[in-house]
Nanobody, 117 residues
Framework: QVQLVESGGGLVQTGGSLRLSCAVS????????MGWYRQAPGNQRAFVAT???????NYADSVKGRFIISRDNARSTVYLQMNSLKPEDTAVYYC???????????WGQGTQVTVSS
């Protein structure tokens, strides 16, 4: 059983920063891609960033240059450093991961990020 627990969300002013964390439990020696998605009210869940087991990263155009994804394999944790936050970054942020050899993705419960103008 794979479980993901996000933390670090909150309320911040425009231009501020937040750091999200996601701790993964389960068969951690098989953790493959780790990533973040977000869902704003009335919108579908959208890709934010991913990081592979070899630390190759991908970002949505809307967050490039502002967000940084990283992972600590020893702690089976993925992070999302969010800088220069904008009101349009307001959303519930979800952590996701899959296991090597499996196409199934697992999701956390989400953490709310609110950026005030």
């Amino acid at each position: 059983q794979v479980q993901l627990v996000e933390s670090g969300g909150g309320l911040v002013q425009t231009g501020g920063s937040l750091r999200l964390s996601c701790a993964v439990s389960g068969p951690i020696n098989r953790i493959n891609v780790m990533g973040w998605y977000r869902q704003a009210p009335g919108n579908q869940r959208a890709f934010v960033a991913t990081i592979s087991s070899r630390d190759s990263t991908n970002y949505a155009d809307s967050v490039k240059g502002r967000f940084i994804i990283s992972r600590d394999n020893a702690r089976s944790t993925v992070y999302l450093q969010m800088n220069s936050l904008k009101p349009e970054d307001t959303a519930v942020y979800y952590c996701t991961t899959n296991l090597a050899g499996s196409g199934r993705y697992y999701w956390g419960q989400g953490t709310q990020v609110t950026v005030s103008s």
